[in-house]
Nanobody, 122 residues
């Protein structure tokens, strides 16, 4: 079984930054890609970013490009999401997830963390 644990969420003012972390542990076999999603109350889960096993390929929806950056550290089995220029509409629970492929579709992901709350005040 694979466990994913997110951290780094919190309350920040509009225009501020946060760095989310996600640590993977457990029986992680083979090469895997990682992704970040978010879900605001009453809304569907939304794709934020994904990164390949090598870290050379990253994937963002157009709405996230330029403000969010995904990265990973194999030595720590971790993936990160640097978020800059935060807006109130970025308020959501942010989830990291593990997949065998770089994808924006949440159905492609096999394991999910519990999520970390990000709240952006205006």
């Amino acid at each position: 079984q694979v466990q994913l644990l997110e951290s780094g969420g919190g309350l920040v003012q509009a225009g501020g930054s946060l760095r989310l972390s996600c640590a993977a542990s457990g029986r992680v076999f083979s090469k895997y890609s990682m992704g970040w999603f978010r879900q605001a109350p009453g809304k569907a889960r939304e794709f934020v970013a994904a990164i390949s096993w090598s870290g050379l390929d990253t994937y963002y929806p157009d709405s996230m490009k330029g403000r969010f950056t995904i990265s990973r550290d194999h030595a720590r089995n971790s993936v990160y999401l640097q978020m800059n220029g935060l807006k109130p509409e970025d308020t959501a629970v942010y989830y990291c997830a593990l997949s065998s492929t770089v994808a924006g579709n949440p159905l492609e992901y096999d394991y999910w963390g519990q999520g970390t709350q990000v709240t952006v005040s205006s």
